[in-house]
């Protein structure tokens, strides 16, 4: 039995759960999933057992606890130097982590208007210019990291890294509210949707009975 223990939100909506628990899964670490559900009025308290900021995602190594989406990757990286989820020349790990660290505290227009929702498919709608400008930004920067670094395979960086997982929920947004996304943007989606443990992940978010209502009022 693994040692390590990630506690997830709902699959449908928690961006930041599907980031730790796809990098683990494409590593091919092992470990043992808690998911709380958070639609129920236990939510808060159940989160607060793991973690003291009562969010998710939580992981559990042993007697040690790691919350924040951002630590737990990093400690995954820390603890199996060998799984390449960093890039390997320094430049490249520069700018893996600093596209890491602007999507985890940034783009915050298009978190809130287009919410992590994997079942929905809302048609295309007009969007405010600060959404649109969040878009062209995670678009650019697709663009440019594959022109610069993406040689060696079809990832950010050529093989799959941390960058990717952290992009992944993203490219789930995209397609829930059909935004209009450049060739290289719609090739990189796919390759996202092409991992197994993305496939995995969307389709037991498909199959959650639970809902938010103010977030499935979005979509």
């Given at each position: 039995m693994s040692s390590l223990r990630l506690v997830i939100g709902n699959k449908n909506y928690s961006s930041w759960s599907l980031r730790a628990w796809l990098t683990l899964k494409q590593a091919d670490i092992p470990f043992e999933e808690t998911l709380i559900s958070l639609d129920t009025d236990t939510a808060t308290e159940e989160k607060l057992r793991h973690a003291p900021t009562a969010r998710v995602p939580v992981l559990h190594d042993g007697e040690i606890t790691i919350w924040d989406s951002l630590a737990i990757v990093e400690y995954i990286a820390e603890q199996y130097p060998d799984r390449g989820l960093w890039p390997e020349s320094?430049?490249?790990?520069?700018?893996?982590r600093s596209l890491c660290a602007e999507m985890h505290a940034g783009f915050l227009d298009l978190r809130t208007e287009l919410p992590l929702n994997c079942r929905a498919r809302t048609a295309r709608r007009k969007r405010p210019?600060?959404?649109?400008?969040?878009?062209?930004?995670?678009?650019?920067a697709?663009?440019?990291?594959?022109a610069e670094f993406g040689e060696g395979g079809p990832f950010l960086f050529g093989e799959f890294t941390i960058a990717d997982a952290f992009f992944a929920p993203v490219a789930s947004r995209f397609f829930t509210y059909d935004v209009e996304i450049d060739e290289n943007g719609r090739t990189y989606q796919e390759t996202l949707f092409s991992l197994p443990p993305m496939q995995q992940w969307m389709v037991e978010a498909e199959n959650e009975p639970m809902t938010l209502p103010h977030t499935d009022h979005y979509a």
């Open positions: 320094k430049i490249a790990r520069a700018r893996a210019p600060e959404v649109e400008a969040d878009i062209e930004r995670i678009l650019a697709w663009r440019s990291t594959r």
